[in-house]
């Protein structure tokens, strides 16, 4: 984790090609801005300096890593699941909120 503030996170996630979201909906508004790699997101491709904001209420359903991908993303914790965060039982993981089952390939927080 980069930083939080007021229940907002801040996070350097990496996503191994392959990664795909779990679908959920946002109570808040999420940020996300590409650093390195391919990501999709709504059938929107966003390479590295690319970004995307999701508005509460939205409905997110369509999330992936086209290759190997860095990115750094802002959201609430109601607004995000968090077994998207990490690789289920990475190194580094001591959050006892994140959910560890299987999710199709992974993403880790960096850091």
Do not use: C, K, W
């Not at 929107?44 to 990115?71: C, E, I, N, P, V």
């Amino acid at each position: 984790m980069l930083g939080n503030a007021d229940g907002a996170l801040l996070r350097l996630v990496e996503a191994e090609a392959g990664y795909r979201g779990t679908p959920h909906q946002h109570d808040h508004a999420e940020f996300l801005s590409a650093v390195d790699g391919t990501l999709r997101t709504q059938t929107r491709t966003l390479g590295a300096g690319d970004g995307d904001a999701a508005a509460a209420g939205s409905t997110h359903d369509d999330f992936d890593a086209a290759t190997a991908a860095t990115y750094v993303i802002v959201f609430r914790t109601s607004a995000f699941p968090p077994r998207m965060l990490v690789t289920p039982g990475g190194p580094g993981v001591t959050d006892p909120t994140i959910d560890r089952s299987p999710v199709s390939g992974s993403a880790r927080a960096a850091g």
